[in-house]
Each structure stands twice: as structure tokens, then as C-alpha cells.
């Protein structure tokens, strides 16, 4: 065989090797994305949080098509493209606030935190809450060493209600700048992680506050009992006309069926929906930081109508495998209640522990 016969034989394997891996990576990938917009399953639940990033392979595939000549490759990449993005983009793009109102008083600054229960608490994840100067922090997988870490935060946060567990990711905490009124531990199922129920009494009057953690959707019970715990809390805030924040790990993306329906159910809004594409888990694993590309958000800060949501960001890693989100709210409502309601805050200490 003379070299140019083998030269056009290695160049024909060649483009049969980048003709079947394109395919077949197009191919893989649109079944693991449409696993995830399935009604119903485990593998429907699994692969859906990963939504985004199918749609980013799947622009890879049409720009890579396209550079190799694989016209057909391409088209197929670019129908699934634009099919994805019709539901991704809207989910990660910087949007408009809803409620694009003049507040009548100073921003509301909430923060929500998975600390993860095997994380130890750090001086600097403790002086960068201190920094960030939250209204309202929400701790989820609380552990006892957090608590007593946040002592040591009492002249910014005089209130708390905590529910502290060092032996499982039951754990969680709400603290304050203003009195908390009203705490209630609730637990949906047996199996189920509590949640807490408060009102923060604002200068301004009530505002009710969710602090959740829903069971991760590792199988079919647990996926069915987090989506009944968003649905029991969707019918919660939509009963009653006050300001609400529900902070925590909802274990659910923006696309995600249960997330959306959630925001139906309610007429609340994403406070990330000011920033777009945020993305908090995994932030690491075993020290090395992961790629934001390669995380998903499933933290999030929910507000009623009442809020106008004015920035969100996330914060820096401190250890856990979430990172920190905070959101700067706008009250422009109180709702079907007086302005500043004065009422007992829970207990007389800083710390209430049913």
C-alpha cells in the first residue's frame, strides 16, 4: 500500500471515529435529557437537575458538528438545542424583578447556608456571615459545634430558634436581627427532615419565614415525600396574604417540575431570578473545588409578592459541599396586616430549643 493509500485510510478512520463519537455522545445525552423531562420515576428525578448542563453538550456537539462538516450531526444538535433551551434558558438568564415596585423601607438581607453536618465551623465562614450582615440566616444540617460556633454571633443575631442534630442532616437553625415570634418545629413525614415556621417581627410588622430542607431525591419514596413537603408549604403560604421568605435546600432546581409548581402554586418568585444562572451544589469534593458549570442550584430564597427582590448572590465556599446564598429584599407590601404589629417574641433567651 503506497503512503497516500494509507494516509486516506487513517484520514477515513479517522472521520468515521468522529462521525460515530459525535453521534453517539448526541445520542447518550438525549436520552439522559429526556429521562429528566419523563413524568414521574427515579431516573426522571435523578437526571432533571442536570438539565442545563445537557443543553450545554448538546451546543458542544452542534459547534463541533459544524466544524467537522457532520451536517446531519448538527441539525439533530441544533433541534435538541433549541428544544432544551426552551426550557433551561428562561430558568439561568438574568430576569426583570416581578415586582419592580418602591419599597417603603430599608432592605431585607436573607441568608441561607447547607453547612453540611461533617463540616466543622471555620473563624472564616463565622466572620464572613458576621461581614455579610444577614437580617435573617437560615442554617440547614445544623450541628451542635454550629450552634455553639454561633454564639459567638449573638450581638448580631439576638434571636434564634435551633434544632441542632451532630448525628444525622436533621438539623437546622433560624436566626435574626429582630425577635422571632411564633417558632414552630414541623416534620411532614417520619422520615422527613423538620422544617421551621416563624414571623419575624419587622420594624414594619410580620413577616412569616420558612426555613425547609426537604429529603434529597435519592429514591422514589424520598422524591415523593419532598415534592408532598413543597406541596404542604405551597398551600401554607398561599392561604395567607403577609410577606414570606422560604429559605433553604429545596433539593430541586429551577426547572425542576417541583420547584415550578411550587411557584405556581404560590405566584412567589426566585430572588436568584435577578441574577440568573447561580449554582450552589457540589461546591466541592474532598477539598478540590468543582467547576460552577459542573454544579446545580438547588439552594434557593423564595419570596411572596410582597418582596422585591433587588440582588442575590452566592457566596464563597466555607467548607461545605453547598455554598451560601444571600438575597437583598424590598418590602413593598405588608399584606393583610397593619404596619409594625408588636407582639412577644418566642422565650426570653437568645436561643429557643423545643
Avoid at 141 to 154: D, I, K
Avoid at 193 to 212: K, N
Avoid at 245 to 251: I, P, S, T
Amino acid at each position: 500500500m503506497t503512503s497516500t493509500a494509507q494516509a486516506s485510510a487513517t484520514q477515513r478512520a479517522a472521520n468515521g471515529f468522529i462521525t460515530v463519537g459525535l453521534n453517539a455522545l448526541l445520542v447518550g445525552v438525549a436520552v439522559f435529557y429526556c429521562l429528566g423531562r419523563a413524568d414521574g420515576g427515579q431516573m426522571s428525578t435523578l437526571s432533571a437537575p442536570w438539565a442545563l448542563q445537557c443543553w450545554l453538550a448538546f451546543v458542544a456537539i452542534l459547534v463541533m458538528g459544524m466544524l467537522f462538516g457532520r451536517w446531519r450531526t448538527s441539525l439533530a444538535a441544533s433541534l435538541l438545542t433549541l428544544w432544551s433551551g426552551l426550557v433551561v434558558v428562561p430558568s439561568v438568564l438574568p430576569q426583570p424583578t416581578v415586582h419592580a415596585r418602591d419599597t417603603f423601607s430599608s432592605p431585607v438581607r436573607a441568608m441561607s447556608i447547607n453547612v453540611n453536618l461533617r463540616n466543622a465551623p471555620s473563624p472564616y465562614a463565622l466572620q464572613w456571615i458576621r461581614n455579610e450582615r444577614p437580617d435573617v440566616l437560615a442554617l440547614i444540617e445544623m450541628s451542635t459545634p454550629w450552634r455553639e460556633a454561633m454564639a459567638g454571633l449573638a450581638d448580631d443575631f439576638p434571636y434564634a430558634y435551633t434544632l441542632p442534630d451532630s448525628a444525622t442532616a436533621r438539623g437546622i437553625g433560624l436566626y435574626s436581627r429582630y425577635p422571632i415570634v411564633d417558632a414552630l418545629k414541623e416534620t411532614t413525614c417520619l422520615e422527613c427532615q423538620p422544617l421551621i415556621e416563624a414571623s419575624i417581627e419587622h420594624p414594619l410588622g410580620l413577616v412569616r419565614v420558612f426555613a425547609i430542607h426537604p429529603l434529597s431525591p435519592m429514591n422514589d419514596e424520598r422524591t415523593q415525600w419532598r415534592d408532598a413537603e413543597l406541596r404542604l408549604i405551597a398551600e401554607r403560604c398561599a392561604a395567607v396574604n403577609v410577606p414570606t421568605m422560604v429559605l433553604g435546600d429545596f433539593n430541586e432546581t429551577p426547572y425542576g417540575s417541583a420547584f415550578q409548581d411550587f411557584l405556581k402554586q404560590t405566584g412567589y418568585t426566585a430572588a436568584r431570578s435577578v441574577e440568573g444562572f447561580s449554582p450552589t451544589w457540589p461546591a466541592q469534593h474532598d477539598g478540590i473545588l468543582i467547576p460552577s458549570v459542573f454544579r446545580i442550584p438547588i439552594d434557593h430564597i423564595v419570596v411572596s409578592p410582597h418582596f422585591n427582590a433587588l440582588a442575590f448572590e452566592v457566596g464563597p465556599p466555607i467548607g461545605s459541599d453547598h455554598l451560601p446564598i444571600v438575597a437583598q429584599l424590598g418590602l413593598v407590601s405588608m399584606g393583610d396586616q397593619p404596619r409594625a404589629t408588636t407582639r412577644a417574641a418566642v422565650g426570653t433567651s437568645r436561643s429557643h430549643n423545643p
